[in-house]
């Protein structure tokens, strides 16, 4: 935006105001959580607030639950897409997952170079935590699903900005989990002993199948189930003693990313794949990285 020039610190308490703004929701911030988040005196965010206020770039908000919050006029400085329209892009460092920060843009300014691949790219969030040497992983996209891996080399806090040695750029297929399910479904009674699920299992060559009781679904028996009963001598109780009592769904046209996700929310392994709402298949995250990433998976 032309003709407005902040400083360092007016740049900082922007991006902690539009990340705070953002985890609450569009609830009001106050100036103290501000302060905390950039680990700056809460007067001095007061005394930068008026100046930001004057300049348009936030509002103040009445009332003993208020505070402030970001104008249309601060994204569009910052470069930062508004919450109503914005898509979380995920950053992983060093193998988790960061909560409140999330990839805005990312350039390989480095392209045309033919030995060096590196990509510069701008966050919403906190970023001073991220150091030279963390691995960072980005992605996936909204659009083409692509998921950016590489090494941090440095760092820039007035455009909150990190760059990276790219190691890996990898696209997510757009397959669904239709296209990758096991079928036709094969399960297994819940009054059945476990020695007769393994039987099942290893007849099939298969990890894991879905146990039914009364012609409906009531949970997952794996071999992971055989190998504890194994240990607690416990081959002769019934499946249902020892298996998973928990059954996740998704539709065959589930796309592979948001199969994903929702193993990751649902803390499991396993799919049941259904055809309107008839089980027809399943599918389990080996399958899936399988097919994504089978270079590592071998």
Do not use: W
């Not at 950039?38 to 770039?57: D, E, F, S």
Request: aromatic share 4%; with cysteine; glycine share 8%.
């Amino acid at each position: 935006m032309v003709g407005i020039e902040l400083t360092q610190i007016q740049k900082d308490i922007l991006y902690a105001l539009i990340t705070l703004y953002r985890k609450k929701s569009g609830g009001s911030v106050k100036g103290e959580e501000i302060a905390e988040l950039i680990n700056r005196n809460p007067g001095t965010v007061r005394n930068q607030m008026q100046a930001l206020r004057a300049l348009g770039l936030v509002e103040g908000v009445p009332g003993p639950k208020g505070g402030y919050r970001p104008t249309s006029k601060a994204y569009e400085l910052l470069s930062i897409t508004k919450p109503e329209e914005a898509v979380k892009v995920s950053v992983f460092v060093n193998g988790k997952e960061v909560e409140n920060l999330s990839a805005e843009e990312i350039v390989f300014p480095s392209l045309p170079h033919p030995e060096i691949c590196q990509a510069r790219i701008k966050m919403s969030g906190n970023i001073k935590s991220i150091m030279p040497g963390d691995k960072l992983i980005v992605g996936p996209t909204p659009v083409n699903e692509l998921m950016v891996y590489g090494k941090v080399v440095g760092r820039d806090d007035t455009d909150n900005a990190v760059v990276i040695d790219v190691e890996k750029i990898h696209g997510i297929p757009k397959d669904t989990v239709g296209d990758h399910m096991s079928t036709p479904l094969i399960t297994i009674e819940a009054e059945k002993t476990v020695r007769e699920g393994t039987r099942v299992l290893a007849e099939n060559g298969i990890y894991c199948t879905p146990v039914v009781k009364a012609g409906k679904l009531v949970g997952i028996f794996t071999l992971d189930h055989v190998a504890k009963a194994l240990v607690e001598n416990k081959l002769d109780s019934k499946i249902e003693d020892v298996m998973r009592p928990k059954i996740v769904l998704a539709e065959k046209d589930t796309r592979i990313r948001e199969a994903l996700r929702i193993m990751r929310d649902e803390k499991v392994r396993v799919l049941v794949v259904t055809d309107k709402g008839v089980p027809v298949g399943i599918i389990t995250d080996q399958k899936i990285l399988t097919h994504l990433a089978p270079e590592q998976v071998k």
